[in-house]
């Protein structure tokens, strides 16, 4: 399999002790984990070979990557509970860190912590950070004409490559409108959140709205607060309307 070219791959040590369980089993525990930029967006954890407390069986099959080289593809065994290639080792990589790493499939494993504390979807990345102010500024939402929410104390969420959030309180949003969906989705700076639908201008506009009712400890000031899709809905700031911006959620 041939993995797509995301660009340069970054390396960087990193400080915090991760630990990795699959089966109710502690299957890496690492003081020296490294994080490699495959792509430009987030890191992902590779960690020292010697660190692995599992069994690493080749599943005999490879990736490439142009930029990392041929990788070998490893099913993960930790006391009789299998993950069928979740690990893969560039043995030979033309970048020189990389060789005696093991890159763990994120998703596969169980539980992933850095220290004592669990994470989720990948980690979070030194160079990104997420600010939560209170604000007074007038935020409306518009769906097809209707207006859906109305708010004059925002929380706003400024995320490092990402448009700005507008949190709304509920009392601010026509609860009325909204249809509880089934949807969820993890981050990890702020958690898992819920979603609902939007019934408005005769439609129904599928999982527009997101909350985190008990987000991760450093994004508590969204708890309990509404979300809509900038990209999908129209949004008025102080009576001017803003342009849909343009992000992985268009």
């Given amino acids: ?31 020296t984990p490294r994080l490699v930029w495959e792509h430009p967006y987030y890191p992902t954890y590779y960690l020292p070979a010697a660190d692995l407390r599992a069994k690493l069986e080749p599943s005999g099959a490879t990736r490439h ?21 979740a690990a893969v080792r560039y043995l030979d990589s033309p970048i020189e860190e990389l060789r005696d790493l093991v890159r763990l499939d994120f998703d596969a494993m169980d539980e ?3 220290e004592d504390e669990p994470i989720y979807v990948h980690p979070r990345d030194p160079y990104s950070r997420v600010d939560i102010l209170a604000s007074s500024r007038h935020i409306r939402v518009e769906i097809n004409g209707e207006t859906v929410a ?35 989705s993890q981050c990890p700076y702020k958690g898992v959140a819920k979603y609902w639908s939007v019934r408005a201008g005769g439609q129904e506009h599928r999982d527009l709205v997101w909350i985190y009712r008990t987000p991760l400890p450093e994004s508590q000031k969204i708890a309990g607060l509404a979300c809509f899709y900038n990209e999908k809905v129209d949004i008025w700031i102080d009576g001017e309307l803003q342009a849909r911006p343009q992000s992985p959620f268009s």
């Fill in 65 to 85: 990557s142009r930029e990392r080289g041929d990788g070998t593809e490893f099913d993960v065994v930790a006391d009789g509970v299998v993950a069928p290639g």
């Fill in 150 to 184: 109305d708010s004059h104390s925002p929380r706003i969420l400024f995320e490092t490559g990402l448009p700005a959030r507008y949190y709304l309180p509920l009392t601010d949003v026509r609860m009325d409108l909204l249809i509880p969906s089934e949807t969820e």
């Fill in 1 to 31: 399999m041939t993995e797509p070219n995301h660009g340069r791959v970054r390396v960087e040590p990193c400080a915090k002790r991760v630990r990795v369980y699959l089966g109710g089993q502690l299957t890496a525990d690492s003081a």
């Fill in 112 to 114: 992933w912590f850095e």
